[in-house]
C-alpha cells in the first residue's frame, strides 16, 4: 500500500514526500536524476528520521517501471516526473515531447494493467496560454501555448480525460500550480537549478549569495501597477500540501477533478524583490531590461475551487517564502553539490 511519486528528488517532489513521510505515508521515489541529486534523498532523511524507498529508473522505461510496479503495492501515484525548461523546450521540442507525454502514457498504461485507480497529476498554469482575464479559474479556456513544454502540459492533461472516460474507476487529479517559490523551513531541501535560473526567485537568492551581479528585470512597462510582470508565487510547502488534499479527495472517487494550486493574489516582480529585501534585510541590485517573449502582464489563480472542494489554501505568504528561499540559499550556496 504504497504512494508512487515520480520526479520525488525533484523541487515539489521533495517537498510533498517530507509531508508524505510525515504523515506516515508510504513512499517510493522514482527518478533518474535528470534535473536532481541523490543528496536529496540524504536531506528528506535528516528532516523526517525516514528513508523513502528509491528506485533511479527513468518512468518512461516501461519494462522497468512493470517491474517496479510487480514488486511494489502502489495505491496511488503523483506524477511530478517532466522537464520543464520553458527556453529549453523551445530548443529541444522533442525531447520534451518524449520525456513528458512518453513518461505519462507509461504510467497510464501500468495503472491499467496494475489496476492503480488513483493518481495526481502536476499540470500547470501554462496551460491557460496568454489569460484575456484574472484570476483564472478551471473552467477559463486552456490552449494557445507558446511553447513545447507548455503544449506538453495540455497534452497529457487530454491523455488523462480520455483515460478517465474509458477507465471509470479511475480518480484523477490535475494540480495546475502557478509560480512556486520557497523551501523548506529547516534550510534542507530548495530548488536548485542547474545553470543560469530561469525563475525570478532562484535569480534574486543568486544574487544575494552574491554568484550573479544584479537581477534583469525583463520589462517595466506592462500593463500592472509598477509596470513589471505580474505572477502568483505559491510557497512550495502549501504546495506540497495541496498534494496531499488532493490524495484525500480522490478517496471519495471523484473521478477527474481539476484544481488551480495558487493563492489568488498578483505579486510584481519589483514586489517581489522589495519583499526579499524587506524579509531578508538584503539590498537586491536589479537593472531594467527588455520584455522577455512569451512573458504576459498578469497571471494570478482564482483557487477558491480548491478550497469549496479540497479544503486546501495557501497560508503561507511571499514574506514566508523569502526568508525560506534565502534560507535554504544562504546555507547552500552551491545547491546540492557539496563544497
Ligand atoms: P524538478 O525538475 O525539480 O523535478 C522534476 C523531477 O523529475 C526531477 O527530479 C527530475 O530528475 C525528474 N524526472 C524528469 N524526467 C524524468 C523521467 N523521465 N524519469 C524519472 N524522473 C524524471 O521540477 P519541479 O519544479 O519539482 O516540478 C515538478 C513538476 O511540476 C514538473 O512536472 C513540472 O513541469 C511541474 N510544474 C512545475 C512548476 C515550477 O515552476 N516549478 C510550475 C508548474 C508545473
Ligand atoms: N523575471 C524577471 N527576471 C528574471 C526571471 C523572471 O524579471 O530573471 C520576471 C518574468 O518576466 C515574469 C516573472 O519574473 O514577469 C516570473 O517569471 P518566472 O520565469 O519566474 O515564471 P513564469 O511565470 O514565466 O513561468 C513559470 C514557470 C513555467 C510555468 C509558468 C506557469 O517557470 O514553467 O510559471 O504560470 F509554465
Redesign the pocket.
Known amino acids: 500500500m504504497a504512494i508512487l511519486v515520480?520526479?520525488?528528488?525533484?523541487?515539489?517532489?521533495s517537498h510533498t514526500v517530507v509531508l508524505l513521510l510525515e504523515k506516515g505515508y508510504d513512499v517510493v521515489i522514482?527518478?533518474?536524476?535528470?534535473?536532481?541529486k541523490p543528496e536529496v534523498l540524504n536531506r528528506i532523511y535528516k528532516i523526517t528520521g525516514k528513508k523513502p524507498r528509491f528506485y533511479e529508473?527513468?518512468?518512461?522505461n516501461e519494462a522497468k517501471m512493470r517491474d517496479l510496479f510487480k514488486k511494489e503495492k502502489i495505491t496511488d501515484i503523483i506524477?511530478?516526473?517532466?522537464?520543464?525548461s520553458v527556453a529549453e523546450s523551445v530548443l529541444k521540442p522533442q525531447l520534451y515531447i518524449d520525456?513528458?507525454i512518453?513518461?505519462s502514457k507509461v504510467l497510464l498504461k501500468l495503472m491499467d494493467e496494475f489496476k492503480v485507480h488513483n493518481i495526481v497529476f502536476?499540470?500547470?498554469?501554462?496551460v491557460y496560454g496568454v489569460p484575456d482575464h484574472v484570476p483564472l479559474k478551471e473552467d477559463d479556456k486552456v490552449g494557445g501555448c507558446t511553447n513545447p513544454?507548455g503544449q506538453t502540459?495540455l497534452d497529457i492533461e487530454y491523455l488523462l480525460k480520455e483515460y478517465a472516460k474509458e477507465h471509470k474507476d479511475a480518480n484523477i487529479a490535475i494540480l495546475r500550480?502557478?509560480?512556486?517559490i520557497g523551501a523548506h523551513e529547516s534550510g534542507l531541501i530548495g530548488?536548485d537549478p542547474q545553470g543560469i535560473p530561469n525563475?525570478l526567485m532562484p535569480y534574486i537568492t543568486q544574487v544575494a549569495v552574491g554568484k550573479r551581479p544584479y537581477l534583469n528585470v525583463f520589462g517595466n512597462d506592462y500593463k500592472t501597477h509598477d509596470g513589471t510582470g505580474v505572477r502568483d508565487y505559491i510557497h512550495v510547502v502549501d504546495l506540497a500540501n495541496g498534494h496531499l488534499a488532493a490524495l484525500k479527495k480522490l478517496e471519495s472517487k471523484p473521478g477527474l477533478v481539476i484544481y488551480n494550486l495558487g493563492t489568488g493574489k498578483g505579486t510584481s516582480v519589483l514586489d517581489l524583490v522589495k519583499a526579499f529585501e524587506k524579509a531578508n534585510n538584503l539590498t537586491i541590485k536589479y537593472e531594467i531590461k527588455e520584455r522577455r517573449p512569451g512573458d504576459v502582464d498578469e497571471n494570478y489563480a482564482d483557487a477558491s475551487k480548491a478550497f469549496r472542494e479540497m479544503g486546501w489554501k495557501a497560508n503561507l505568504d511571499i514574506v514566508d517564502a523569502c526568508r525560506d528561499s534565502w534560507r535554504w540559499q544562504k546555507n547552500n550556496p552551491k545547491g546540492y553539490d557539496k563544497d
Open positions: 515520480t520526479g520525488g528528488t525533484g523541487y515539489i517532489g522514482v527518478d533518474n536524476y535528470v534535473n536532481s529508473i527513468d518512468v518512461c506524477h511530478f516526473a517532466g522537464l520543464k520525456n513528458n512518453g513518461s502536476s499540470s500547470s498554469a501554462t513544454y502540459k500550480y502557478f509560480n512556486p530548488e525563475n
